[in-house]
């Protein structure tokens, strides 16, 4: 049982698959969880952020490898005696001020841009294994990267659509509009946990606004949810962040 597991820690192929592909399942397996529950970073955000680590230890793995073994000779004869490693870590942590500068919060009170900001950091990543010539790790971590990109948005999508949780924006009238929209929503079998107001010219908006963090009793079309709370006098706008 131990030789198996030895037999995976080694630096290989198949250990290089079946170490990207954890992270990629275990890391989506958590955001599954923050999805649900409709939080600003969620299923694909927590894939690409894991994977890129597991890059990165890989990658590290790989250059301490190197330098023992087919490096070794090159690496006395310019004197290398420092941790390869940190200039990586040099790069991942000036990647996050690049990533900061995608995430925003709208007016709405959503929270766009981290997945954007983990793709940027686990290209960082992958670009620091290209320049390594980590090339058996750089094809699988790209497929994988890609896969979460491309293809995953279809079952975030899904996830989201099933999920009893919402994040509800409204625009009403008056605040005197909030208690109604409050008894519809809860009309529609559903319960509030969190409500957020924005009062309006006060704060630099036309109008005033709330998002109310909902939990649904039972499975139901988010659509038909939005569509009762629109029908209370005095609503604007309606959607679903």
């Not at 890989?58 to 490096?71: C, G, R, V």
């Not at 940190?86 to 000036?94: C, M, S, T």
């Not at 625009?171 to 509030?192: M, W």
Request: hydrophobic share 50%; with cysteine; glycine share 8%.
């Amino acid at each position: 049982m131990y030789a198996f597991f030895d037999q995976l820690r080694q630096l290989n192929l198949a250990s290089i698959l079946l170490r990207l592909t954890l992270a990629m399942l275990f890391g989506g397996f958590i955001g599954l969880e923050r999805e649900r529950k409709r939080r600003p970073a969620g299923f694909r955000t927590y894939m690409l952020v894991c994977l890129g680590a597991a890059l990165t230890m890989l990658l590290s793995q790989y250059e301490y490898h190197m330098l023992t073994t087919q490096w070794a000779d090159l690496a006395g004869e310019i004197g290398i005696r420092t941790d390869v490693s940190r200039f990586g870590a040099q790069v991942i942590n000036g990647i996050g001020f690049l990533g900061a500068g995608t995430i925003i919060v709208t007016g709405r009170q959503e929270v766009k841009g981290l997945t954007t900001a983990a793709g940027l950091w686990a290209s960082a990543c992958m670009g620091l294994a290209i320049g390594a010539g980590f090339y058996e790790c750089v094809l699988l971590a790209v497929l994988l990267i890609f896969l979460v990109i491309r293809l995953l948005p279809y079952v975030e999508n899904f996830i989201i659509e099933n999920a009893r949780n919402m994040n509800i924006y409204v625009e009403f009238q008056t605040l005197d509009d909030v208690g109604a929209i409050i008894n519809r929503i809860k009309s529609q079998d559903a319960q509030i946990y969190e409500v957020d107001i924005a009062r309006g010219r006060e704060e630099n908006l036309l109008r005033p606004s709330a998002v109310f963090s909902v939990r649904l009793h039972q499975k139901q079309a988010h659509a038909r949810v939005l569509a009762a709370i629109s029908e209370v006098e005095g609503v604007y706008t309606i959607d679903e962040i």
